[in-house]
């Protein structure tokens, strides 16, 4: 491409990530506020604290601080990639957690994300072909079952089945990372999302099968599975490209819920026990860091969209 | 065509991504391979951080205190050999094995105990659990940062005898000494390592197994130390302890036959589990008393016994335990729980009908004032738990029907309920529950002392304080014993409380597990135990 072709979509990326920065700072405050607004606090226990060991915790911690300035020195220590010690697990630091726990959630979400578009774009383009016959009934109803079922009742439906009664597959933990314990996790985890991208994909095509440019190919006597992969496809695909970003943060979500059921260390797992631990720094990293991770990816996927659609990049 | 490459490039990319975790993998069943399910992550396996009871069941295993427990509970001899107390019981001389070992293979001397215990007792090391040693002389004022940790009251006096001096005689020193804010910990790696020692690599620990692999929110993985002083008689090579909260999904790995024990139970399937796990059940006596506590320094409870007396009298206990408890728990009359040398203390209603003691609740609710056209109005507050939410409602609908009380249940989520239940300037009645930190009725006697920071219904009784400060200074184990049966009494009459159960511990042990004796303090030490090849 020609140099003056790239100047709008360098100019559309730099806007981009600067407009990123506001965005998430406003994350941090939120975060940082809405968890120490929470009543109870990351030192009360079971055990009370004499009053002399908590003083010296708070210290510790710098909770005594005024909050703006607690908030300022998290500010500067992020910037310099230190997201403190965890309050609860005192035996790291959260950017380590971070570091374990990520890896194990990155792999849960993009084997969910790769099966859920496999998946759901093979179903969705069969269904677009059989159009109102008894496939295509058979498949829709099959995705309207599974977007109706939240995770929360499916994962331990899973568990029981396969784990329980069949003996099939583990029925929760990491165990030694092997692909068999990731199963049910993944299944659990994309099935939603196989459902909604099957509908998406359907619509489309119908109508991208309709156009004139498919006629015409037709007319030329190609055969169907030239049509349907060489050029009803990628115009096909652009709803569903634009619903990457939103089907993203829906499996990073999901993957919270997914997690804590199948007792898999990612760092949805983290998340759910540091908000009920109070534990304001796991917390926090977390959410600094999935936000982060949601506005890049975002950012990615409309450069993406500008290469599958042409009309975008003339703008 | 192109699309489907990126597909199967990102399918392939996520199936082989980071693996390097296969190291070691727990085969279902292996031989010698003891999986655990263990609650909560632990918070740390510092021994003089560490405060629940899932980090100190795996630093059972990591370390050894001076005094140790047999498989029964009993105390025995652990890394001390012997001991002698002086004959005014203020000091106790412990001479240590010879062979005890650090599993690098260094010896284990009196001088790492003494270091441990004034780590222990450090600011610096920020123990949340330190306060259990203030028996020891100048610890408080350490632990205050008054003194420096030198003047604590433990002496290395050589390599093998150690001696630890203590404010007053206390009984149940032996007992404590089995804590882990007590345990060793090996200097050199300390001072390596830093705070942050108790990781796998940089833990050396004195128990019968060394910290092999910690990943969070998933296990704890060790192995058996070579150099412990009985490594001859430990049978298990490699125990898993699993970080599992919700014990219906314990329930499930148990059955998917992941686990070998359980830590809990859901209460739930309790029925299902006895009809068709039963043989594997284990159900036994534990140190723990369950209760609801009154708020006796705002109204309707303070200054009025006779309605505390009118509540605590109109729950039909063996109801609460049969029915809604369900797992064999032991209706409480009293706030003790069976423990050895103590006798538990009863008011004299409890051995009266549920007919008799309603017969008096509902005298005792009119003498209070109260009446079906006046009834007391009363909010009970409870954490969110569905146990406790039954154990709530029953209790209310016995008011409800005995004495015609109107009551409001509100349940908080864990950490706010704990923040409300210590302010007192909410709570009315609120639940609790309280487990022994060590075999010893003191354990539970000096939560209700005026003083003491757990004291969430605010009873301050001049009589119940002194009784225990007697009982603190006491030699003469019966006499000692008197006193705070004497004290319990005085609890009874005053009811600040209103007890409900004992506790007891519940779980599933696989038949290839042997050596599993269930005990009162419900500790099950791995070395204690051994698999039956199958």
């Known amino acids: ?315 | 065509m192109r699309l489907f490459w990126v597909w199967a490039l990102i399918l392939a990319l996520a199936a082989c991504g980071p693996a390097d975790q296969s190291a070691t993998s727990p085969a279902p069943g292996a031989d010698n391979i003891l999986r655990i399910g263990n609650g909560a992550e632990p918070q740390t396996l510092d021994p003089h951080r560490a405060e629940g009871v899932p980090e100190s069941n795996i630093l059972r295993d990591l370390f050894e205190g001076l005094v140790g427990e047999a498989p029964d509970g009993s105390l025995v001899p652990g890394a001390a050999q012997s001991w002698t107390v002086s004959d005014d019981g203020l000091i106790y001389t412990f001479i240590l094995r010879p062979d005890a070992r650090w599993s690098n293979g260094e010896a284990v001397t009196a001088g790492d105990f003494e270091f441990g215990l004034r780590r222990s007792v450090d600011p610096a090391t920020l123990s949340r659990y330190s306060s259990i040693l203030f028996p020891i002389l100048n610890a408080e004022a350490v632990i205050n940062g008054e003194l420096p940790t030198t003047e604590l009251g433990v002496r290395a006096l050589d390599d093998n005898t150690l001696r630890i001096e203590l404010n007053s005689p206390t009984a149940y020193l032996p007992g404590l000494l089995t804590h882990s804010t007590t345990y060793p910990v090996h200097r050199a790696s300390v001072a390596a390592a830093g705070e942050r020692f108790a990781r796998p690599g940089s833990l050396v620990g004195n128990g019968a197994y060394q910290l092999s692999e910690w990943t969070v929110q998933s296990h704890v993985r060790l192995d058996r130390n070579p150099y412990y002083r009985d490594a001859a008689n430990t049978q298990i090579d490699t125990v898993y302890y699993y970080a599992i909260e919700n014990p219906d999904a314990e329930l499930k790995r148990y059955r998917a036959d992941e686990l070998d024990i359980t830590g809990a139970l859901p209460y739930q399937q309790l029925d299902w589990v006895r009809e068709n796990l039963g043989e594997e059940l284990v159900i036994s006596p534990y140190l723990g008393s369950y209760y609801f506590g009154f708020n006796l320094t705002r109204p309707p409870f303070k200054d009025a016994r006779a309605l505390r007396t009118a509540l605590a009298m109109a729950i039909d206990r063996e109801i609460l335990t049969q029915r809604v408890a369900g797992a064999g728990e032991i209706a409480a009359y009293g706030w003790v729980p069976p423990v050895a040398g103590y006798t538990g203390q009863q008011p004299e209603w409890a051995n009266w009908t549920q007919a008799e003691r309603n017969a008096r609740a509902q005298a005792l609710y009119a003498e209070a004032g109260y009446s079906a056209t006046n009834p007391l109005r009363v909010e009970v507050l409870y954490n969110t738990n569905e146990n406790h939410k039954r154990m709530s409602v029953a209790i209310a609908s016995m008011w409800k029907q005995v004495l015609g009380v109107e009551t409001s249940l509100l349940n908080q989520e864990w950490k706010v309920f704990l923040e409300t239940r210590n302010q007192k300037s909410d709570t009315q009645v609120f639940r609790a529950g309280w487990i022994a930190d060590y075999n010893d009725a003191y354990s539970f006697a000096q939560l209700m002392h005026s003083k003491n920071e757990q004291n969430d219904s605010g009873y301050v009784s001049a009589e119940y304080d002194a009784l225990l400060d007697k009982a603190a200074v006491e030699q003469d184990p019966t006499v000692r014993a008197g006193y705070l049966e004497a004290a319990e009494r005085e609890l009874l009459a005053d009811l600040p409380i209103m007890p409900v159960y004992f506790y007891v511990s519940k779980h599933l042990v696989k038949p290839r597990v042997q050596g599993f004796v269930p005990n009162i303090m419900d500790h099950h030490a791995t070395r204690h135990l051994s698999l039956n090849g199958d």
């Open chain 1, 1 to 315: 491409m020609a140099a003056p072709q790239n100047q709008p979509v360098l100019r559309f990326a730099v806007q981009r990530l600067l407009g990123a920065i506001p965005t998430l700072l406003v994350l941090i405050a939120l975060a940082f506020f809405l968890i120490r607004l929470a009543p109870g606090g990351p030192f009360d226990s079971e055990k009370q604290l004499p009053p002399e060991i908590e003083t010296k915790l708070r210290a510790a911690y710098n909770l005594d601080d005024p909050l703006p300035m607690q908030l300022g020195r998290y500010l500067l220590n992020i910037a310099q990639g230190d997201f403190g010690p965890s309050f609860q697990y005192r035996d790291f630091t959260v950017s380590e957690l971070i570091a374990t726990g990520f890896p194990v959630s990155l792999r849960l979400g993009s084997l969910a994300m790769a099966i859920a578009l496999l998946l759901g774009i093979t179903a969705g383009t069969l269904a677009a072909l059989r159009q109102n016959r008894p496939a295509d009934y058979t498949i829709m109803g099959a995705a309207m079952t599974g977007i109706s079922i939240p995770n929360f009742v499916l994962a331990p439906l899973l568990v029981l089945v396969f784990a329980v009664w069949l003996g099939w597959l583990p029925a929760g933990g990491l165990g030694d990372g092997s692909l068999r314990y990731l199963v049910l996790p993944v299944i659990a985890l994309a099935l939603p999302q196989v459902a909604y991208i099957a509908r998406l994909t359907r619509g489309s095509m119908i109508e991208v099968l309709r156009s004139p440019f498919i006629r015409t190919a037709r007319a030329q006597g190609l055969a169907t599975h030239t049509i349907i992969l060489r050029h009803a496809l990628k115009p096909a695909l652009l709803p569903v490209v634009s619903y990457l970003g939103p089907a993203l943060a829906a499996i990073i979500t999901g993957s919270v819920v997914v997690e804590q059921i199948f007792g898999v260390p990612g760092l949805g797992r983290f998340f759910v026990q540091g908000a009920l631990n109070r534990d304001y720094t796991l917390v926090m990293g977390v959410v600094v860091f999935y936000g982060s991770l949601i506005i890049a990816l975002n950012f990615i996927v409309d450069l993406v969209y500008g290469w599958l659609d042409p009309r975008l990049r003339q703008v």
